[in-house]
Each structure stands twice: as structure tokens, then as C-alpha cells.
């Protein structure tokens, strides 16, 4: 049976209605679902070892757009774009602006880049150096003023700042030193705009990381000010780590800001989101549909395409997102609740796994229709002739890229 068709649409509704679902109210909650998708993504990156270039990847931030479009129209849940300055950097602003308005498109969370250059070997707002330190924040406030320009009302902060040994610097002192100038970042923005703390356990320092962990993020939010919010990147924690236990308790805080959607096996290795553990993303929805009712959480892509399609990878990623949200939007809590009130472990358990294991591609497929958007958007895609056009066009000139 076609997955797309009606009756597959039928037979799945008829299953859930007969478990009791509100299947108006869970395909409500997945039309108003959105993700943004990084500029970065579709350009050119890859690993120490080699970056691998693709035909007919974009040569600047409009062609970045316009393919972050085409992952719109397609999927019907995309409408912004995350940009990296000074990756995205421009001569005009607005002209950038404008033509994301034509393109249907709202240019989203701005990305400061504090880990290219050299003054920036021992550390950006941590440094121990006051002149790198002034540099650092001039660059936060300039990403504050480009936000302005481009429409945008988020900050979002990573810092590659830490040691590689120890007693090369204190914890301490760094911590302070932070503080101070993102203190100044945030006194400058406007009263609508909202900073987003992200946290890495390590790499690019192999001895500390300063913002290494939800908790290091979290009490740096409090210090700021209730604009300040945690950002969770799925791929920044240590092996064994529980994260949607940690979505729970910054949610419960009322600090989950955002979150980096990929996919890891070893380290952060920005692979599709959903592509090597599913389950995880599952249960990090789980938590989320109760709270998100009440709470503005930015749900963002952070991937690295470096052998795959970057569009097509893009669009698999939001189809998997689409699927994780159907399926946790599924679970039946009051059974749930009850199960867990009784002590009755293993009903709670399986309560999960059977929406877990509920095949909801009709269902996204019908949402992404009654979006105006494709029901099968990588088959779409592939017929659109879009790569060959765009690959034709974009012969010339340097491919975008992360230096
Ligand atoms: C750091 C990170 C951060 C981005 C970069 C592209 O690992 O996750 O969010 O700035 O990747
Ligand atoms: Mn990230």
C-alpha cells in the first residue's frame, strides 16, 4: 500500500482513533510545527582530514536561501534560516533582508563566530588577554546590530573557549571574564531579543570546555537575565549521557531555550538528525509535547553534509523531525500517567513503545499536504530538476564553505 495514499492516511487514523487519539489535535500541533534550518548546512564543511567539495553548492548567503526555500516548500515547516557571521556576512543587510521577504522567509537565529581567528588561540570572552576580550564583545554587538537588520530577535552563542592542559588558566577567573562581556552583549540588545547559551563538553579544548554542560550554561543564564536561555545540541554531550532527561529539567527550570538537532554515534559528528538514534529523539519529544504548549522553544538543525546531498539531507532531517513530534504527539498519557502512579513499570514502558513503533509517515505526509507542500519530498526534490539547475547555474566562482 502507497504510504502516502489515502487509504494508508485512512487505516492509520482509523488505529489511532481506536486508541483514543485526537488525531485533529495532533495534526494541529504538527502544521504549527517548525524547525530552522542552518545557512551553514548548505554550503561546503568536513573534518580536519578533508573537506569535500559538491557540485552546485551556494556561493553566498542568497543562494544559501534559496535553497533553504526550496526545504520549505517542500516540507511546509521551514520558513527560517539560522545565519553564521561572518560566514553570512553581507554588504547590505537589508538587501538580504528583502530578499528573504520574496522568498517567503524569515532569516532567524544570528551566529556569532568566535573561534577563527588568531587572537582567539587562548580563548574569545575568556580570554586572558582584555584586548582580545573587547574584540570578542565588539563582535557580539556588531551580531546584535546585524540581527536588528535582518529582522531577527535571537542571539545564539557558542564558545570554543577552554584549556587544552592543566593549570593553563582558571576556571574561575574565565568564568568571570565571561560574564563581563556577555553581561555588555545583553545589555545591548533590544527588550525583544532573547540570548541563547550553548554548551559543549569539549572540543576544540581537549583539557575544559567553559560553557561544557547544561549546568555551566544554565546558572551563566541565571547571572544574565531571563532572556538569556539554554540551547541544546544533541551532539555536545559525553557518551552515556541522558539529554532528554536534561530537556526535563531546563524545561522544568523554564530556561530551555533551543535546540542543535544532528545525529551522533562518537563525538559531534552533526550527522541527519534521527539517522543513528531515533529512539533518543523520540523521547526528547516525549518531554516536549506537554511543555512546549506553554514555553517558546527554537527548534534548530545544526549538520554537517560532508559526503550526502545537502539539500536532500536537509529535507530527510525535517521529515525525521516531523516523525519523532507525530509519534510522541501519540503517546497516551493518562495510561501513562496512570502506569507511572501505580508503580506499573513495564505499562509505562511499552505505553512508549507503541507509539514508538506507530508508522505516522501518512499522517506527516497529509500534514505537509494541507501546508501546500509534498507529500513525498525527497521523490519531489529528485523530479524537481532543482540540482541540475542550480549545479549549471553555479559553475563559476568559489563555493561557500566554513572558512
Ligand atoms: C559547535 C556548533 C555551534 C556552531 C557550529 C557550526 O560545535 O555546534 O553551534 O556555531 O557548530
Ligand atoms: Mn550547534
Known amino acids: 500500500m502507497e504510504r502516502t495514499s489515502t487509504r494508508a492516511y485512512d487505516t492509520l487514523v482509523e488505529s489511532l482513533v481506536a486508541r483514543g487519539v485526537d488525531v485533529d489535535r495532533a495534526e494541529e500541533r504538527l502544521r504549527s510545527q517548525r524547525v530552522e534550518t542552518p545557512s551553514w548546512g548548505y554550503g561546503n564543511s568536513g573534518t580536519r582530514f578533508k573537506v569535500f567539495p559538491?557540485?552546485?553548492?551556494?556561493?553566498?548567503?542568497?543562494?544559501?536561501?534559496?535553497?533553504?526555500?526550496?526545504?520549505?516548500?517542500?516540507?511546509?515547516?521551514?520558513?527560517?534560516?539560522?545565519v553564521h557571521i561572518p560566514w553570512d556576512k553581507v554588504d547590505d543587510?537589508?538587501?538580504?533582508?528583502?530578499?528573504?521577504?520574496?522568498?517567503?522567509?524569515?532569516?532567524?537565529?544570528?551566529?556569532?563566530?568566535?573561534?577563527?581567528?588568531e587572537e582567539y588561540r587562548?580563548?574569545?570572552?575568556?580570554?586572558?588577554?582584555?584586548?582580545?576580550?573587547?574584540?570578542?564583545?565588539?563582535?557580539?554587538?556588531?551580531?546584535?546590530?546585524?540581527?536588528?537588520?535582518?529582522?531577527?530577535?535571537?542571539?545564539?552563542?557558542?564558545?570554543?573557549?577552554?584549556?587544552?592542559?592543566?593549570?593553563?588558566?582558571?576556571?574561575?577567573?574565565?568564568?568571570?571574564?565571561?560574564?563581563?562581556?556577555?553581561?555588555?552583549?545583553?545589555?545591548?540588545?533590544?527588550?525583544?531579543?532573547?540570548?541563547?547559551?550553548?554548551?559543549?563538553?569539549?572540543?576544540?579544548?581537549?583539557?575544559?570546555?567553559?560553557?561544557?554542560?547544561?549546568?555551566?550554561?544554565?546558572?551563566m543564564c541565571q547571572k544574565l537575565g531571563e532572556r538569556a536561555d539554554v540551547l541544546v545540541d544533541l551532539g555536545h554531550h559525553a557518551q552515556g549521557v541522558n539529554v532528554e532527561h536534561i530537556v526535563a529539567?531546563?524545561?522544568d527550570e523554564g530556561r530551555l531555550g533551543g535546540f542543535h538537532f544532528?545525529?551522533?554515534?562518537?563525538?559531534?559528528?552533526?550527522?541527519?538528525?534521527?539517522?543513528?538514534?531515533?529512539?533518543?529523539?523520540?523521547?526528547?519529544?516525549?518531554?516536549?509535547?506537554?511543555?512546549?504548549?506553554?514555553?517558546?522553544?527554537?527548534?534548530?538543525?545544526?549538520?554537517?553534509?560532508?559526503?550526502?546531498?545537502?539539500?536532500?539531507?536537509?529535507?530527510?532531517?525535517?521529515?525525521?523531525?516531523?516523525?519523532?513530534?507525530?509519534?510522541?504527539?501519540l503517546v497516551d498519557r493518562p495510561t501513562l500517567d496512570e502506569a507511572r502512579r501505580s508503580g506499573d513499570v513495564l505499562r509505562a514502558h511499552r505505553n512508549l513503545l507503541d507509539a514508538y513503533a506507530t508508522d505516522v509517515w501518512p499522517l506527516c505526509a497529509r500534514v505537509r499536504e494541507d501546508l501546500g507542500a509534498s507529500a513525498d519530498p525527497i521523490s519531489d526534490f529528485r523530479s524537481s530538476g532543482y540540482m541540475e539547475r542550480v549545479t549549471e547555474e553555479r559553475k563559476e566562482g568559489t563555493q561557500a564553505g566554513w572558512s
Open 54 to 82: 559538491q557540485p552546485g553548492v551556494p556561493r553566498d548567503p542568497f543562494e544559501k536561501l534559496a535553497d533553504a526555500s526550496q526545504v520549505h516548500s517542500l516540507t511546509g515547516i521551514c520558513p527560517s534560516i539560522a
Open 122 to 219: 587562548l580563548g574569545s570572552v575568556c580570554s586572558p588577554d582584555e584586548g582580545v576580550r573587547r574584540k570578542a564583545t565588539d563582535h557580539l554587538l556588531e551580531c546584535v546590530e546585524v540581527a536588528g537588520e535582518v529582522g531577527s530577535d535571537i542571539l545564539s552563542l557558542w564558545f570554543a573557549d577552554g584549556t587544552n592542559y592543566p593549570g593553563q588558566d582558571s576556571f574561575v577567573e574565565r568564568r568571570h571574564r565571561m560574564l563581563d562581556c556577555l553581561s555588555e552583549a545583553y545589555a545591548a540588545m533590544p527588550q525583544d531579543m532573547r540570548m541563547l547559551l550553548e554548551y559543549k563538553f569539549y572540543e576544540p579544548a581537549f583539557y575544559h570546555t567553559d560553557l561544557s554542560d547544561w549546568g555551566t550554561a544554565l546558572t
Open 93 to 117: 543587510y537589508g538587501e538580504l533582508r528583502e530578499y528573504t521577504d520574496s522568498l517567503g522567509m524569515k532569516i532567524g537565529a544570528v551566529n556569532p563566530n568566535l573561534f577563527q581567528e
Open 249 to 251: 529539567l531546563l524545561l
Open 262 to 329: 544532528n545525529g551522533r554515534k562518537y563525538g559531534d559528528d552533526d550527522l541527519i538528525v534521527g539517522s543513528i538514534n531515533p529512539f533518543e529523539l523520540f523521547l526528547i519529544y516525549v518531554e516536549l509535547v506537554e511543555a512546549e504548549e506553554s514555553t517558546r522553544i527554537d527548534y534548530m538543525i545544526d549538520q554537517a553534509h560532508n559526503i550526502e546531498p545537502k539539500i536532500e539531507a536537509m529535507i530527510l532531517s525535517v521529515t525525521n523531525l516531523q516523525e519523532a513530534y507525530a509519534k510522541a504527539l
